[in-house]
């Protein structure tokens, strides 16, 4: 009798699965945003339960599939990644959240408007520094990050608003973030994470295409649009356009003058905000150090405190003390935002912490309920049409990620 009961199960588990992948594959070939591919997860009671990748990791002379292992430029996926990091760095005690960071670079960091207020490293973890990105965040290894900083640039800095008063998110954030983690530790940003966190956890790719294996840039995704590259000009019925990541005509190259870059000069060199290649799988891996807290198979990456305090309510909109993003963003912790019940599947139901990312045609979902051990990671390799012309029907997400989400909750999760 449970030889036969253990035999239904699979044979329902077999049929969810099918109907999920059919589900899947419908959304990435919708042509109202085609997707030039797609590969997700979901976690169950602190186990991998469901994967799936449709579409091309390369479209053209050279296609190939996506697969299990094919790495993503995650974008903004990658600041939650890059605070393991700075956990790390704190557990070590080379770090602490509330020290005034100009202790960490070697000059005062300040708001001109508000040249008083010492600025931390909760601050910028948490998008309340006061910093702004319309005078830029990412400069090449030739640009100390010092000069711009301290420049008194128009956007640099809030004016009418000082450090912890407002939350505005902010990409600088993490290129301060990453230069004060080099100068910490005197190691450069890329290779810092790969012996924080992607060693330990055996986890390929990194922030530095230029040192995969020949293994590994055979296997990240090429980032499209149906979009020229400088323009706002889609075509949906024209060629996939590659964004970023395009290794057909030859390896990646080095960042420009990274031989003399100095260390602790300019975090931004390796994109602490957006620049991580890793697949799903392996952000599964992540998912599940984080549910068992800390721990992934027989190593402590992050001790639980750790953990705990990173996953925290830091921020919470109150009605005046941030901008939300169209109601996105009401609650922060250390490197990640907060979801409430009804903002990510239909219907609500899925309480969650983790991050969304946006670049390069890439869209990308990471999202942990950390009590129930549930989560599910999408990472979406390049749209057809413009993003804006296919709106989320509940959230500021696009109704394609919606889909996504929801087809996971409700089968690999609920397992209905």
Do not use: C
Request: no cysteine; charged share 20%.
């Amino acid at each position: 009798m449970q030889a036969l009961m253990g035999m239904l199960l699979m044979a329902g588990a077999s049929g969810i699965a099918a109907t999920l992948d059919q589900e899947l594959a419908a959304v990435a070939a919708d042509q109202a945003m085609p997707l030039a591919s797609l590969s997700v997860l979901a976690v169950r009671g602190g186990k991998v339960q469901y994967q799936f990748q449709t579409g091309q990791r390369r479209i053209g002379a050279a296609a190939a599939p996506a697969n299990a292992d094919t790495m993503y430029r995650i974008a903004s996926i990658s600041k939650m990644m890059t605070t393991f990091g700075v956990m790390r760095l704190i557990e070590q005690h080379l770090l602490e959240l509330d020290t005034d960071v100009g202790q960490y670079l070697g000059y005062a960091l300040r708001n001109p408007h508000f040249p008083d207020r010492p600025i931390t490293l909760r601050m910028l973890l948490t998008h309340t520094s006061s910093l702004r990105d319309e005078a830029g965040y990412f400069w090449g290894a030739e640009v100390a990050i010092r000069d711009r900083l301290t420049s008194g640039a128009p956007g640099m800095w809030a004016g009418e608003a000082g450090p912890g008063d407002y939350f505005m998110y902010t990409n600088l954030n993490w290129g301060v973030i990453g230069t004060i983690m080099e100068k910490v530790s005197g190691e450069r940003f890329d290779r810092l994470m790969k012996r924080l966190l992607l060693d330990p956890m055996g986890l390929r790719g990194g922030y530095n295409p230029a040192e995969f294996t020949a293994e590994e840039i055979d296997n990240v995704a090429t980032l499209y649009r149906k979009r020229t590259v400088d323009t706002e000009v889609w075509n949906p019925d024209g060629p996939w356009i590659a964004q970023v990541d395009d290794y057909s005509a030859g390896p990646p190259a080095a960042p420009a003058n990274v031989a003399t870059y100095v260390i602790g000069s300019n975090g931004t060199l390796f994109s602490p905000t957006g620049g991580l290649r890793i697949s799903a799988a392996d952000l599964g891996k992540v998912m599940l150090m984080l549910i068992q807290h800390g721990r992934y198979q027989d190593r402590q990456i992050l001790r639980p405190e750790s953990v705990a305090q990173m996953f925290s309510q830091q921020w919470k909109h109150n009605g005046s003390n941030g901008d939300t993003y169209r109601g996105l963003y009401q609650s922060w912790g250390l490197g990640n935002q907060r979801f409430g019940r009804g903002r990510l599947v239909e219907g609500g139901g899925f309480s969650a912490a983790g991050h969304l990312g946006d670049a390069y045609g890439l869209i990308s979902t990471f999202v942990v309920d950390l009590q129930r051990g549930n989560g599910m990671v999408s990472l979406i390799g390049g749209t057809g049409t413009d993003p804006d012309s296919n709106p989320g029907r509940y959230s500021a997400m696009t109704r394609s990620e919606e889909r996504i989400l929801t087809a996971l909750y409700r089968h690999a999760i609920l397992g209905r």
